[in-house]
């Protein structure tokens, strides 16, 4: 998706790589980036899954998760796609199951 991405849209792509650079570019420590996807899968999954909306349809969900952390552009479509992908497995099994798969 990154590499379409660079394709379709280049100068959005560049904006979100320069964002992640600046914000992940020098975590290189194990425990950080643990720390990073520990904090943020617990995170949205309590608040957008579990608080927000528990027995809301999951493309509600995703349409606000999707949208909130990036521009439009392909990788907000990458990150739609996951987000109702953990909405569908969140309706059929628990937030304690969509909390790991997040995290991964």
Same mark, same amino acid.
């Given at each position: 998706m990154d590499a *379409?991405? &660079?394709?379709?849209?280049p100068g959005v792509a560049q904006k979100v790589e320069a964002a992640n650079e600046r914000l992940f570019g020098q975590l290189i420590d194990p425990v950080g980036i643990a720390t990073i996807a520990l904090s943020a899968g617990i995170c949205e999954e309590a *608040?957008? +899954?579990? %608080?927000?909306? =528990? !027995?809301? &349809? =999951? @493309? $509600? %969900?995703? /349409?606000? +998760? /999707?949208? *909130? =952390? #990036? %521009? @439009?552009s392909l $990788?907000? !479509? !990458? #990150? *739609?796609?996951l987000a109702i992908g953990l909405g569908v497995l969140r309706r059929i099994t628990n937030t304690t199951t969509t909390t790991p798969g997040h995290v991964v």
């Open positions: *379409l991405s &660079h394709i379709v849209t *608040l957008f +899954r579990a %608080r927000c909306s =528990p !027995a809301g &349809h =999951p @493309l $509600d %969900r995703a /349409g606000v +998760r /999707g949208v *909130l =952390p #990036v %521009r @439009l $990788d907000a !479509a !990458a #990150v *739609l796609v």
